[in-house]
């Protein structure tokens, strides 16, 4: 790991620049050999289709850790994060290690603390920790209890939609407070 100079651009990463000239050269390639083309249009059925693919090609968390430079996992990270990049307007990066601050290398030869050595998404200007890690999203998909032991059932459409989705928060928290009103008059 080296640590960043005070001018490091975590959007600039010539790592970065490279893999995402790469993944959007070979996007064609990978979408056809992974189900067709056609299918990975940006949509939550495209997420569907692609939470599939994983689910069968893995069944475990450790093996997506194990494959995470293999050419099916990269093209799954950078879909899974393009689709936040369209629809959110967020931008890829390769971001320090909180703790450190010092930046690892890119999808290293052994498996960084975290997985940290893999690109993430976010806002633009967003600040440390504000980040979203789509190889953790497709490790997810195979987690069985949360924190405290509790069952969870991951889905990618979940993961994009319900977590990140600040427009439709607002419009609900509206409807709940119109609701409320209408109940009080009534």
């Not at 789509?134 to 994009?160: Q, Y």
Request: aromatic share 12%.
């Amino acid at each position: 790991m080296s640590a960043p100079c005070d001018s490091y651009d975590s959007t600039r990463h010539p790592d970065l620049l490279a893999w995402l000239t790469e993944r959007q050269t070979g996007f064609g390639r990978w979408a056809h050999e992974a189900g067709g083309v056609a299918l990975f249009d940006y949509s939550n059925a495209s997420l569907d289709a692609l939470e599939d693919l994983v689910r069968e090609a893995y069944t475990e968390t450790e093996e997506i850790t194990q494959q995470r430079r293999s050419l099916f996992v990269q093209g799954a990270v950078w879909y899974l994060g393009e689709v936040l990049c369209r629809r959110k307007g967020w931008v890829w990066k390769f971001e320090p290690d909180f703790d450190t601050g010092e930046v690892p290398p890119f999808y290293g030869e052994t498996e960084a603390p975290g997985l940290l050595d893999a690109p993430c998404v976010g806002a633009p200007g967003a600040g440390p920790g504000e980040h979203w890690y789509p190889l953790n999203a497709l490790r997810r998909l195979f987690t069985e209890d949360d924190e405290v032991g509790n069952p969870v059932d991951e889905r990618l459409v979940g993961m994009v939609e319900g977590w990140y989705d600040d427009e439709g928060d607002e419009d609900d928290e509206d409807d709940e407070d119109q609701e409320g009103e209408e109940e009080y008059e009534g």
